[in-house]
């Protein structure tokens, strides 16, 4: 995974990432141009699998963001990033939890998020395909 990549937002490259491996650690040094109307998290896809590493923040010359995660974390593969504006909900099944009930999506866990919706507690399961063009522009 590691290298140096470009970002996107939509269909266009707004910028750079690079991946540096450093241990048990990947490294996500992002660099980016945008016009700050909204708050962008970024996103990396690789081997059919989606991770959000953060909102990128200002900087000097624009947007960026600095972050380490895990290696275990991602697939092997080569990662695509995106950048997906932070109010844009992601898209998926909302599972209610009732307490003292199966859950019959235990594996999906790992990738789903907590919500509340409907003013119950759930777990919205993200949908399978990552995310190609979420700003439609």
Do not use: H, W
């Amino acid at each position: 995974m590691t290298g140096d990549y470009e970002v996107f937002f939509g269909n266009q490259p707004v910028g750079r990432v690079q991946v540096l491996r450093q241990g048990l650690y990947y490294r996500f040094v992002c660099r980016c141009k945008l016009t700050g109307d909204v708050v962008c998290r970024l996103y990396v896809s690789c081997g059919g699998q989606q991770e959000n590493l953060g909102v990128v923040v200002p900087e000097r010359e624009g947007f960026g963001l600095d972050t380490r995660e895990s290696v275990k974390r991602f697939r092997a593969g080569e990662p695509s990033f995106s950048l997906v504006p932070k109010n844009e909900m992601a898209s998926g099944q909302f599972v209610p939890i009732v307490p003292e009930e199966p859950f019959a999506y235990i594996e999906r866990l790992k990738t789903s998020f907590l919500v509340k919706k409907y003013g119950q507690m759930g777990i919205l399961l993200e949908d399978q395909n990552p995310i190609s063009n979420p700003t439609g522009q």
